[in-house]
């Protein structure tokens, strides 16, 4: 896999829609290391980085896909790699120059992937994160030692996929790992504030009210948050601020599985799921053509109005056995 990458020589990276912390810190993480070797290496996303990550990214080092004007370089490429995909779909509107470039294409993922566009998989669903995949990856490349523009990025992929070292995929491993990047510098306080101090106003605002249309269905074993298009636009609020809802769940006493349906447009709802550790909730996202994790997934569909949507994914919830009391 080492070898593969070091033997192409002009390399794209990219990431899913919507970037996350694990996404975008593997890219730039190994961005910073390839160019270090002087090698030719570009970052080129479908979305913009989000606000609260923006501190990791230094000026030129990411840029936003744009239909036309960056098609030939998608095209020229001689290597794409892709990181925490997940999906081909979460690609977006890169998905279809990615497909007909004859770059050859690389995953470097730790989700459940239906391959049908990858020619090279560096792919562990048991890792916590694709930053630890990288780690793996940057000493494979013979990095020597690990130094603090690339342990800062990996360190928030590591952080946000466990969870801050709390979900299911936290282990020793994973602390050993941590504690690596501390030691190369890395100040967990400055990153706490940086990811969780810089909140607009507006989003919080959004949170609340979302928090507040959180209902209870399956005898309290299921919650669902539904958000609108008009929620959305009476808040003032981005969509993917309302989506900070998931987070909270499951924390409600009872609840094994969480529902949050985002609605895009009038027939566009996107989902997602979590689970406390029963059900398996990635079967439901494959059915409906998305993915993710067994605890965490999720998927868009398409054509139905926001109630119907709901109330379909409500019924795939409940055969899951949790409409159910167990025994
Ligand atoms: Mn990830």
């Known amino acids: 896999m080492a070898r593969h990458l070091l033997s192409l020589d002009r390399l794209l990276l990219t990431t899913h829609l919507t970037p996350d912390g694990d996404g975008l810190g593997s890219e730039l993480a190994i961005l910073r290391h390839l160019r270090s070797l002087g090698r030719d290496v570009t970052i080129l996303?479908?979305?913009t980085v989000p606000?609260?990550?923006?501190?990791?990214?230094r000026p030129g080092e990411v840029i936003t896909y744009q239909k036309g004007k960056h098609d030939r370089q998608v095209a020229e490429a001689s290597g794409i790699v892709a990181f925490d995909l997940g999906a081909a779909g979460r690609l977006g509107r890169m998905e279809g120059p990615?497909?007909?470039s004859p770059a050859s294409k690389i995953l470097i993922d730790h989700h459940i992937f239906d391959n049908d566009l990858f020619d090279v998989l560096y792919l562990d669903v048991e890792a916590s994160s694709t930053a630890e995949l990288c780690l793996r990856l940057l000493r494979a490349l013979g990095m020597e030692s690990l130094s603090l523009p690339i342990a800062e990025p990996l360190y928030v992929g590591l952080l946000q996929d466990t969870g801050s070292f709390n979900y299911n995929s936290t282990s020793a491993r994973v602390h050993r790992i941590a504690a690596d990047f501390l030691e190369a510098g890395v100040d967990p306080y400055r990153?706490?504030?940086k990811l969780n101090c810089q909140k607009?106003?507006?989003r919080v605002r959004l949170m609340g009210e979302s928090i507040a249309r959180i209902e209870l269905q399956h005898e309290g074993r299921t919650a669902l948050a539904v958000v609108d298009l008009d929620f959305l636009k009476k808040s003032g609020g981005e969509a993917r601020d309302a989506f900070e809802v998931v987070n909270h769940l499951l924390s409600i006493h009872g609840v094994e599985v969480g529902c949050f349906a985002l609605q895009l447009a009038s027939d566009k709802v996107k989902f997602s799921l979590r689970s406390g550790g029963r059900h398996d909730v990635c079967g439901i996202a494959k059915e409906f053509g998305g993915g993710g994790h067994r605890f965490a997934a999720g998927f868009t569909t398409q054509g139905m109005a926001l109630a119907e949507a709901v109330q379909l994914v409500m019924e795939r919830v409940a055969r899951l056995g949790n409409g159910r009391s167990p025994g």
């Open 200 to 202: 607009p106003y507006a």
């Open 191 to 193: 990153i706490w504030k």
């Open 98 to 100: 990615v497909r007909i």
């Open 45 to 47: 996303n479908c979305s």
């Open 51 to 57: 606000e609260d990550l923006r501190f990791l990214v």
